[in-house]
């Protein structure tokens, strides 16, 4: 679906998020029965924090317009504000994509934190209340991309969030990640001593997200939940059955939690170790295949080595614009997406254009409905022409 087509949501999106009231009401409110199941006949199409090619990252309108444009999960990046709320920011601090700098009010908040041995210095999202989060708004990203609903959106909660799955008239998945849990855990503190690691799962279980991987409770509520951090998502596993993936950067990225570089993750020692944790690995594309000079190179077996061991690979991050386009693609982010999913054999994709992803795996994929409907079709042409000829 086109942009001008979630247009009117998006403008009652701008009416509400301006009010600062949060749009989406209780989901438990707004199930619905019979709903269109999950494909998994392909590789999952994940919205990597929402359509972000055309609206800003992490807004109710950009996962709403990834629904449109047919994303199987919709991807988000889960932080903690300063009374405890968990809400959908991928940054820790405020100044890059938000209007922060605009709110004098705010000014004296300016703080240098230590960040995985780095001095970092900005408007810190552990230091705002969520009332003050929701008074300020997000701005695209990339100045390359539409700049026309900056200022329009506000940041939503990971309630929020969930409630925007839960509403789609199709089952629609979650892919939440743990966000720098040694920074948080640091900087927030709940009752009871509990961690930011049981408040996230705690509101899944309040939302109904439960099951192993592709079992009945879980197809009704997909999610996959995911972090850089190893040792949060063990801590966890006590916790939930709920599928889980462990995401990697690529050098010179170390893990925060154990400072570990992500190389000695890929081992066969660590990949059989973690298994008993984890559904899947979501590596960068770099890790996967090496880049020299902006081409591609021969590929690592870091693939086919995770699915020996039963792991799911879901990669990131695959844009369209020529900046992020490997040369091997000429241009062409369809042959990009035939390379990952029919030549390296990955099982989900995380992008910013959820629609591009979808039409061609429309298109190409021999279980696509557009391939049912033209099937129907061409039958019922061939019976008109038998009966033509019987006649």
């Known amino acids: 679906m086109s942009l001008t087509g979630v247009l009117p949501l998006i403008f009652l999106l701008l009416l509400v998020g301006c009010s600062g009231i949060p749009f989406y009401p209780f989901p438990s409110k707004l199930?619905?029965?019979?709903?269109?199941?999950?494909?998994?006949?392909?590789?999952?199409?994940?919205?990597?924090?929402?359509?972000?090619?055309?609206?800003?990252e992490?807004?109710?309108?950009?996962?709403?317009?990834?629904?449109?444009?047919?994303?199987?999960?919709l991807e988000t990046d889960i932080l903690a504000t300063k009374d405890g709320a968990l809400v959908c920011f991928h940054d820790l601090i405020l100044d890059d994509i938000t209007d922060v700098a605009e709110h004098k009010q705010f000014a004296h908040r300016n703080r240098t934190y230590d960040v995985q041995g780095s001095n970092v210095t900005g408007h810190f999202i552990v230091d705002f209340t969520l009332e003050e989060i929701k008074s300020l708004r997000v701005k695209q990203r990339y100045p390359d991309r539409d700049q026309q609903y900056n200022g329009k959106f506000q940041i939503i909660t990971f309630e929020e969030f969930i409630s925007i799955a839960l509403d789609a008239s199709r089952v629609v998945g979650i892919y939440p990640e743990i966000k720098s849990?040694?920074?948080?855990?640091?900087?927030?503190?709940?009752?009871?001593?509990?961690?930011?690691?049981?408040?996230f799962v705690e509101t899944l279980k309040k939302y109904g997200y439960k099951g192993?991987?592709?079992?009945?409770?879980?197809?009704?509520?997909?999610?996959?939940?995911?972090?850089?951090?190893?040792?949060?998502?063990?801590?966890?596993?006590?916790?939930?059955?709920?599928?889980?993936?462990?995401?990697?950067?690529?050098?010179?990225?170390?893990?925060?939690?154990?400072?570990?570089?992500?190389?000695?993750?890929?081992?066969?020692?660590?990949?059989?170790?973690?298994?008993?944790?984890?559904?899947?690995?979501?590596?960068?594309?770099?890790?996967?295949?090496?880049?020299?000079?902006?081409?591609?190179?021969?590929?690592?077996?870091?693939?086919?080595?995770?699915?020996?061991?039963?792991?799911?690979?879901?990669?990131?991050?695959?844009?369209?614009?020529?900046?992020?386009?490997h040369l091997n693609f000429s241009q062409d982010p369809y042959l990009e997406f035939d390379y990952w999913m029919n030549k390296m054999g990955v099982d989900g994709i995380f992008t910013d254009f959820?629609?591009?992803?979808?039409?061609?795996?429309?298109?190409?994929?021999?279980?696509?409905r557009d391939n049912e409907d033209a099937s129907a079709l061409l039958r019922k042409i061939a019976s008109m022409l038998s009966n033509y000829t019987k006649n």
Do not use: C
Not at 354 to 368: D, M
């Open 212 to 325: 192993t991987y592709m079992s009945k409770d879980w197809l009704m509520k997909p999610v996959f939940i995911q972090s850089f951090a190893p040792t949060s998502l063990i801590h966890i596993s006590n916790q939930t059955d709920l599928p889980k993936v462990l995401v990697m950067a690529e050098p010179p990225g170390l893990t925060q939690d154990t400072n570990q570089s992500y190389w000695t993750l890929t081992s066969n020692a660590y990949l059989k170790f973690i298994k008993d944790y984890v559904v899947g690995i979501g590596p960068s594309k770099d890790m996967v295949v090496p880049v020299v000079n902006n081409y591609l190179q021969t590929p690592t077996d870091l693939v086919t080595r995770a699915h020996s061991y039963g792991l799911e690979v879901h990669s990131y991050i695959y844009r369209n614009e020529n900046a992020f386009l």
């Open 354 to 368: 959820t629609g591009s992803l979808h039409r061609f795996q429309e298109w190409t994929s021999p279980l696509s």
């Open 181 to 199: 849990p040694v920074f948080i855990n640091q900087h927030v503190k709940w009752s009871s001593g509990k961690r930011y690691e049981d408040k």
């Open 58 to 73: 992490e807004t109710a309108a950009a996962y709403v317009k990834a629904i449109e444009d047919g994303a199987d999960f």
């Open 31 to 56: 199930e619905k029965k019979d709903k269109e199941s999950l494909q998994t006949s392909r590789p999952y199409n994940i919205a990597h924090r929402g359509a972000i090619g055309e609206l800003p």
